[in-house]
T-cell receptor, first 115, second 114 residues
Framework: AQSVTQLDSQVPVFEEAPVELRCNYS??????LFWYVQYPNQGLQLLLK??????LVESINGFEAEFNKSQTSFHLRKPSVHISDTAEYFC?????????????FGKGTKLTVNP | DAGITQSPRHKVTETGTPVTLRCHQT?????MYWYRQDPGHGLRLIHY???????DKGEVSDGYSVSRSKTEDFLLTLESATSSQTSVYFC?????????????FGPGTRLTVT
Protein backbone atom coordinates (compact mmCIF):
# COMPACT_ATOMS: atom_id res chain seq x y z
CA ALA A 1 0.00 0.00 0.00
CA GLN A 2 1.04 3.56 -0.64
CA SER A 3 2.33 5.89 2.02
CA VAL A 4 3.05 9.61 1.87
CA THR A 5 5.64 11.53 3.84
CA GLN A 6 5.51 15.27 4.24
CA LEU A 7 8.89 16.06 5.66
CA ASP A 8 8.00 19.30 7.44
CA SER A 9 5.05 19.64 9.78
CA GLN A 10 5.44 23.43 10.01
CA VAL A 11 7.06 25.94 7.69
CA PRO A 12 7.27 29.61 8.73
CA VAL A 13 8.32 32.11 6.07
CA PHE A 14 8.24 35.83 5.51
CA GLU A 15 5.98 37.44 2.96
CA GLU A 16 7.44 37.55 -0.58
CA ALA A 17 9.97 34.82 0.24
CA PRO A 18 10.09 31.57 -1.76
CA VAL A 19 8.83 28.37 -0.20
CA GLU A 20 9.07 24.64 -0.87
CA LEU A 21 6.86 22.04 0.82
CA ARG A 22 8.26 18.57 0.45
CA CYS A 23 6.34 15.39 -0.32
CA ASN A 24 7.61 11.86 -0.94
CA TYR A 25 5.55 8.77 -1.65
CA SER A 26 6.45 5.13 -1.30
CA UNK A 27 5.65 3.35 -4.53
CA UNK A 28 6.98 4.09 -7.97
CA UNK A 29 4.17 2.37 -9.83
CA UNK A 30 1.90 4.54 -11.93
CA UNK A 31 0.31 7.11 -9.66
CA UNK A 32 -1.77 10.22 -9.62
CA LEU A 33 -0.52 12.97 -7.29
CA PHE A 34 -2.33 15.84 -5.63
CA TRP A 35 -1.80 18.83 -3.40
CA TYR A 36 -4.75 20.03 -1.35
CA VAL A 37 -4.99 23.23 0.70
CA GLN A 38 -7.03 23.73 3.85
CA TYR A 39 -7.71 27.23 5.14
CA PRO A 40 -8.69 27.60 8.81
CA ASN A 41 -12.06 26.06 9.65
CA GLN A 42 -12.69 24.93 6.09
CA GLY A 43 -12.62 21.71 4.10
CA LEU A 44 -9.86 20.70 1.73
CA GLN A 45 -9.62 22.24 -1.72
CA LEU A 46 -7.65 20.85 -4.63
CA LEU A 47 -4.64 23.03 -5.37
CA LEU A 48 -3.09 21.11 -8.26
CA LYS A 49 -2.72 17.60 -9.62
CA UNK A 50 -0.45 15.44 -11.73
CA UNK A 51 -2.15 12.79 -13.83
CA UNK A 52 0.16 12.38 -16.82
CA UNK A 53 2.17 14.39 -19.34
CA UNK A 54 4.30 17.32 -18.27
CA UNK A 55 5.95 16.67 -14.93
CA LEU A 56 5.56 20.33 -13.92
CA VAL A 57 2.05 21.34 -12.97
CA GLU A 58 0.81 24.74 -11.89
CA SER A 59 -2.07 26.23 -9.94
CA ILE A 60 -3.93 29.43 -10.69
CA ASN A 61 -2.48 31.21 -7.67
CA GLY A 62 1.21 30.74 -8.47
CA PHE A 63 2.04 27.39 -6.87
CA GLU A 64 3.76 24.69 -8.87
CA ALA A 65 4.79 21.10 -8.23
CA GLU A 66 7.12 18.78 -10.05
CA PHE A 67 6.65 15.05 -10.36
CA ASN A 68 9.98 13.27 -10.00
CA LYS A 69 9.52 9.57 -10.61
CA SER A 70 13.08 8.52 -9.82
CA GLN A 71 12.96 10.24 -6.42
CA THR A 72 9.26 9.46 -5.83
CA SER A 73 8.69 13.09 -4.92
CA PHE A 74 6.11 15.76 -5.66
CA HIS A 75 7.37 18.91 -3.97
CA LEU A 76 5.26 22.08 -3.93
CA ARG A 77 6.88 25.43 -4.57
CA LYS A 78 6.00 29.08 -4.81
CA PRO A 79 8.54 31.78 -5.70
CA SER A 80 6.91 34.52 -3.63
CA VAL A 81 4.31 33.85 -0.94
CA HIS A 82 1.55 36.10 0.35
CA ILE A 83 -0.06 36.38 3.76
CA SER A 84 -3.15 34.79 2.25
CA ASP A 85 -1.19 31.58 1.52
CA THR A 86 -1.18 30.80 5.23
CA ALA A 87 -2.90 27.42 5.41
CA GLU A 88 -2.28 23.72 5.84
CA TYR A 89 -1.18 21.82 2.75
CA PHE A 90 -1.71 18.11 2.19
CA CYS A 91 0.00 15.91 -0.36
CA UNK A 92 -1.96 12.87 -1.58
CA UNK A 93 -1.28 9.93 -3.88
CA UNK A 94 -3.64 7.50 -5.55
CA UNK A 95 -3.77 3.98 -4.20
CA UNK A 96 -4.85 1.59 -6.91
CA UNK A 97 -4.57 -1.68 -5.02
CA UNK A 98 -7.63 -3.90 -5.09
CA UNK A 99 -9.34 -1.85 -7.76
CA UNK A 100 -10.65 0.70 -5.27
CA UNK A 101 -10.26 4.40 -5.83
CA UNK A 102 -8.65 5.83 -2.74
CA UNK A 103 -6.20 8.56 -1.91
CA UNK A 104 -3.53 8.30 0.73
CA PHE A 105 -2.80 11.60 2.44
CA GLY A 106 0.29 12.90 4.15
CA LYS A 107 0.04 14.37 7.62
CA GLY A 108 0.09 17.91 6.34
CA THR A 109 2.40 20.93 6.43
CA LYS A 110 1.29 24.12 8.10
CA LEU A 111 2.56 27.10 6.15
CA THR A 112 2.62 30.36 8.08
CA VAL A 113 3.45 33.50 6.15
CA ASN A 114 4.58 36.34 8.36
CA PRO A 115 4.64 40.06 7.42
CA ASP B 1 -16.94 21.53 -7.62
CA ALA B 2 -19.26 18.86 -6.30
CA GLY B 3 -22.06 20.11 -4.09
CA ILE B 4 -21.32 18.37 -0.83
CA THR B 5 -23.04 19.21 2.41
CA GLN B 6 -22.55 17.74 5.84
CA SER B 7 -24.90 17.81 8.79
CA PRO B 8 -24.69 18.69 11.53
CA ARG B 9 -21.74 21.07 11.28
CA HIS B 10 -21.12 20.98 15.02
CA LYS B 11 -22.21 18.49 17.64
CA VAL B 12 -21.49 17.93 21.30
CA THR B 13 -22.54 14.58 22.70
CA GLU B 14 -21.96 12.46 25.77
CA THR B 15 -19.91 9.30 26.01
CA GLY B 16 -21.96 6.23 25.21
CA THR B 17 -24.60 7.92 23.05
CA PRO B 18 -25.13 7.05 19.38
CA VAL B 19 -24.32 9.71 16.80
CA THR B 20 -25.06 9.84 13.08
CA LEU B 21 -23.37 12.22 10.68
CA ARG B 22 -24.81 12.80 7.24
CA CYS B 23 -23.11 13.56 3.95
CA HIS B 24 -25.17 14.63 0.95
CA GLN B 25 -23.91 15.16 -2.61
CA THR B 26 -25.64 16.46 -5.70
CA UNK B 27 -23.12 15.41 -8.36
CA UNK B 28 -24.03 11.73 -8.77
CA UNK B 29 -20.49 10.69 -7.86
CA UNK B 30 -20.04 6.98 -7.41
CA UNK B 31 -17.49 6.98 -4.59
CA MET B 32 -17.97 8.55 -1.18
CA TYR B 33 -15.58 8.64 1.78
CA TRP B 34 -15.53 9.46 5.45
CA TYR B 35 -12.31 10.78 7.01
CA ARG B 36 -11.39 12.03 10.41
CA GLN B 37 -8.82 14.78 10.90
CA ASP B 38 -6.77 15.02 14.08
CA PRO B 39 -3.71 17.16 14.84
CA GLY B 40 -0.53 15.34 13.88
CA HIS B 41 -2.38 12.61 12.00
CA GLY B 42 -3.60 14.35 8.88
CA LEU B 43 -6.63 12.73 7.27
CA ARG B 44 -7.37 9.11 8.03
CA LEU B 45 -9.92 7.10 6.10
CA ILE B 46 -12.71 5.60 8.19
CA HIS B 47 -14.98 3.96 5.60
CA TYR B 48 -15.76 4.42 1.96
CA UNK B 49 -18.48 3.47 -0.48
CA UNK B 50 -18.15 2.46 -4.12
CA UNK B 51 -21.86 2.35 -4.84
CA UNK B 52 -25.28 2.05 -3.26
CA UNK B 53 -25.10 -0.55 -0.48
CA UNK B 54 -21.40 -1.18 -1.30
CA UNK B 55 -19.05 -0.11 1.47
CA ASP B 56 -15.65 -1.07 2.80
CA LYS B 57 -13.43 -0.32 5.76
CA GLY B 58 -10.64 2.18 5.87
CA GLU B 59 -7.66 2.32 8.22
CA VAL B 60 -9.53 3.53 11.34
CA SER B 61 -12.94 1.85 11.08
CA ASP B 62 -13.26 0.43 14.62
CA GLY B 63 -16.24 1.98 16.42
CA TYR B 64 -17.80 3.30 13.22
CA SER B 65 -20.37 1.99 10.77
CA VAL B 66 -21.71 3.41 7.53
CA SER B 67 -24.68 3.07 5.26
CA ARG B 68 -25.49 4.17 1.75
CA SER B 69 -29.05 3.54 0.64
CA LYS B 70 -29.04 6.25 -2.05
CA THR B 71 -26.34 7.54 -4.37
CA GLU B 72 -26.47 11.00 -2.81
CA ASP B 73 -26.35 10.11 0.90
CA PHE B 74 -23.62 8.50 2.99
CA LEU B 75 -24.19 8.16 6.72
CA LEU B 76 -21.53 7.66 9.37
CA THR B 77 -22.68 6.23 12.71
CA LEU B 78 -20.84 6.08 15.99
CA GLU B 79 -22.77 3.35 17.79
CA SER B 80 -21.51 4.38 21.24
CA ALA B 81 -19.42 7.52 21.15
CA THR B 82 -16.14 7.67 23.07
CA SER B 83 -13.89 10.61 23.87
CA SER B 84 -11.30 9.28 21.41
CA GLN B 85 -13.81 9.96 18.64
CA THR B 86 -13.70 13.69 19.29
CA SER B 87 -12.50 14.93 15.92
CA VAL B 88 -13.37 16.81 12.76
CA TYR B 89 -15.07 14.55 10.25
CA PHE B 90 -14.91 15.17 6.52
CA CYS B 91 -16.91 13.61 3.75
CA UNK B 92 -15.49 13.44 0.24
CA UNK B 93 -16.63 12.18 -3.14
CA UNK B 94 -15.08 11.22 -6.44
CA UNK B 95 -16.60 10.45 -9.79
CA UNK B 96 -14.96 7.01 -10.13
CA UNK B 97 -15.08 4.72 -13.16
CA UNK B 98 -11.56 5.39 -14.36
CA UNK B 99 -11.49 9.02 -13.39
CA UNK B 100 -8.59 10.89 -11.92
CA UNK B 101 -9.19 9.95 -8.26
CA UNK B 102 -9.62 13.65 -7.50
CA UNK B 103 -11.72 13.98 -4.37
CA UNK B 104 -14.08 16.80 -3.48
CA PHE B 105 -14.55 17.61 0.18
CA GLY B 106 -17.43 18.78 2.30
CA PRO B 107 -17.07 21.54 4.93
CA GLY B 108 -16.63 19.15 7.85
CA THR B 109 -18.41 18.28 11.09
CA ARG B 110 -16.77 19.10 14.39
CA LEU B 111 -17.75 16.43 16.93
CA THR B 112 -17.00 16.71 20.63
CA VAL B 113 -17.63 13.74 22.90
CA THR B 114 -17.70 14.69 26.60
Amino acid sequence: AQSVTQLDSQVPVFEEAPVELRCNYSSSVSVYLFWYVQYPNQGLQLLLKYLSGSTLVESINGFEAEFNKSQTSFHLRKPSVHISDTAEYFCAVSDRQGGSEKLVFGKGTKLTVNP
Amino acid sequence: DAGITQSPRHKVTETGTPVTLRCHQTENHRYMYWYRQDPGHGLRLIHYSYGVKDTDKGEVSDGYSVSRSKTEDFLLTLESATSSQTSVYFCATTLGSGGSYEQYFGPGTRLTVT
